[in-house]
């Protein structure tokens, strides 16, 4: 079955630190990638997703993440974090079926 | 403004007694689902819709029902609560989720069940 692994469930950093949260996956075929952002209190919002092309995808508000397929990776990446980037971030996968698949998601806190 | 909109936000009910909540949106997509997060386990689906009168389990269906007689809308019935279906749920819609177009995701409805 399609999976998605979020490795980091807590993440605590201080402001200008940089930030790599981790997503693999189990698929061997085409997927769609994505990762959403959920802000406290809020509905999730999409960040970037990777569809085709070029495997370095930029999103909104500074992220970035890079699709290595031979790693089934899809690992989040922002240079300088904020305090205002405290949120759950999630890792998604569709891998061409009629669903969308999740990770557990990562806890982000960011200290002044 | 394209959105998905749940309604209650905010819910709390006892055990067995019936309950809807609606999902309703304006974007003309023809993909519905219905998540359910728990802390810990991230997003779990329901059930989800490919078009009208077209619905299928999710992940999690014990416990829920669906309908989806018009394409805007598709509320989540809870026919006899249980203390376990407390949770925060989301709908979400796409316009092609094979097409890599990813979810649109209603304000959430935080039900809980006594």
Redesign the interface.
Known sequence: AQSVSQHN?HVILSEAASLELGCNYSYGGTV?L?WYVQYPG?????LL?Y??GDPLVKGIKGFEAEFIKSKFSFNLRKPSVQWSDTAEY?C?V?A?????I????TRLQVFP | EAQVTQNPRYLITVTGKKLTVTCSQNMNHEYMSWYRQDPGLGLRQIYYSMNVEVTDKGDVPEGYKVSRKEKRNFPLILESPSPNQTSLYFCASSLSVRGGHGYTFGSGTRLTVV
């Open positions: 469930h769609n994505f809020q509905h999730l919002q999409l997703k569809f085709s999630f998604a569709n061409n079926t009629d669903k969308l999740f990770g557990t998601g």
